[in-house]
């Protein structure tokens, strides 16, 4: 009987140190992971501090820039708080508040719903980091801004102005995309720091609007769902970014997982976190993800029953490319789910901890010196448009250092 019980000790420890190993990323992993970044940002904070532009991704072998206006503004800053967070060097501080305030006026962009990616990743990674009393102030105008783009009618906040469907048989007048729920956090952070509900509000009427119209029974997801603005009601579901209307562009899965699960975070309320396990669920265990755990950039590419719109260019590439960010951005969201999903969370951290060894490998994490000194290389931006297809993309880095964070905690 005792030297069952034993056995049986034995048995457990063993199990449970192998899962340890495959559920932690080493610290020397991270520790190689960084001290590469540090030599990829240094070059690329030359050439941005010469351009005086956020890097975004490349083209024919040179670094392309985004403008202020443009959605990708923060993760630039936000990855040098990254690099200040996890080095403590004072050097990837500077250069951060450097980077962050240079979008100050951003705070009263109300052209698109981005403004929650620009400013909160840089200037709420900023005062997390800092405490900077300036930075807060910026922060619930930015969050202001925002719920400018809120319709009470509807529900939901615009993500774009006027635009017209990816098969150009409609213009969409209140298109809310599911990336929309990342800029969620910034508004739940303006409730807690003014006392003001209605910011919170907002954001669990959008959460609540998007659970009902862009997530499918089966936990896949639109991309797009425009509203009509008199009775409320969706009037389109269909893609602008993924293969089909009726497709998973995976990227915007894992917004779906990451903006979830931190809405879940941010309320306690259980339906959030169910369909944050449920999208996750689906996005994890899809028959089509690769077995390295980096997804194709959309689940149905040239699948019988998914139809490309005649207007979209994928059909021009002649091989279905991966998309690196949009497993970044998972591989985020699934460390933070795993804290909340009871006994489904060494499974979500496991997959995570995957993705990252799968991402940290020569086959998407460049040596320094090459891809023109960003991290990540296979993310695709935009496959329709043949835009940033199999690049580096400054998002991509920016959630995998965060990932990379998470895992260390
Ligand atoms: N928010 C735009 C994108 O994910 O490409």
Redesign the pocket.
């Given at each position: 009987m005792k030297a069952t019980f034993k056995f049986i000790l034995c048995l457990t420890i063993l199990s449970q140190s192998v899962f340890a190993q495959k559920s932690t990323f080493a610290t020397n992993q991270s520790n190689q992971v960084f001290a590469n970044a540090e030599l990829q940002y240094h070059s690329l904070l030359d050439s941005a501090n010469i351009k005086m532009k956020y890097p975004r991704s490349s083209k024919d072998g040179k670094i392309t820039y985004a403008g202020i206006e443009e959605?990708t503004g923060g993760f630039w800053p936000g990855a040098l708080w990254f690099m200040y967070e996890y080095t403590q060097k004072p050097e990837w501080k500077q250069a951060a508040i450097k980077w962050t305030e240079t979008l100050e006026s951003n705070q009263f962009n109300t052209n698109h719903h981005?403004i929650g990616f620009m400013m909160y990743n840089s200037y709420g990674n900023g005062y997390r980091l800092t405490g900077n009393e300036k930075y807060k102030s910026i922060l619930i105008q930015s969050a202001k801004s925002l719920c400018t783009r809120y319709n009470e009618k509807v529900g939901a906040i615009k993500s774009w102005n006027d635009k017209p469907s990816l098969d150009g048989k409609d213009i969409l007048h209140y298109p809310v995309?599911i990336?929309n729920m990342m800029n969620l956090e910034l508004l739940f952070f303006a409730s807690k720091i003014t006392g003001d509900t209605m910011y919170k509000h907002i954001a669990i009427k959008h959460a609540e609007k998007t659970m009902e119209n862009h997530v499918r029974s089966d936990f896949s997801s639109y991309h797009v769902v425009d509203y009509d603005t008199i009775t409320g009601k969706a009037i389109h579901k269909e893609t602008n970014?993924g293969f089909a209307h009726n497709s998973t562009w995976t990227?915007g899965q894992a917004?779906g997982v990451y903006g979830f699960t931190m809405t879940y975070r941010e309320t306690g309320d259980k339906r959030f976190l169910n369909t944050a396990m449920k999208m996750a669920d689906y996005f994890i265990n899809h028959k089509n993800l690769p077995s390295d755990k980096i997804p194709n950039w959309d689940f149905n590419v040239n699948e019988s029953g998914y139809t490309s719109p005649a207007s979209a260019q994928s059909n021009q590439l002649n091989y279905i490319p991966r998309d690196a960010s949009a497993a970044a951005i998972i591989a985020s969201a699934l460390l933070e789910l795993s804290n909340y999903a009871g006994t489904k969370g060494p499974m979500y951290k496991k997959t995570a901890i995957q993705i990252l060894t799968s991402l940290s490998s020569p086959s998407y994490f460049a040596k320094p010196g090459t891809n023109n000194h960003f991290l990540l290389m296979h993310c695709t931006?935009?496959a329709n448009r043949v835009s940033e297809v199999d690049k580096p993309i400054m998002y991509g880095d920016y959630y995998f250092l965060e990932a990379l964070l998470r895992a260390k905690k």
């Open positions: 959605w981005d995309i990336d970014q990227r917004w931006g935009n």
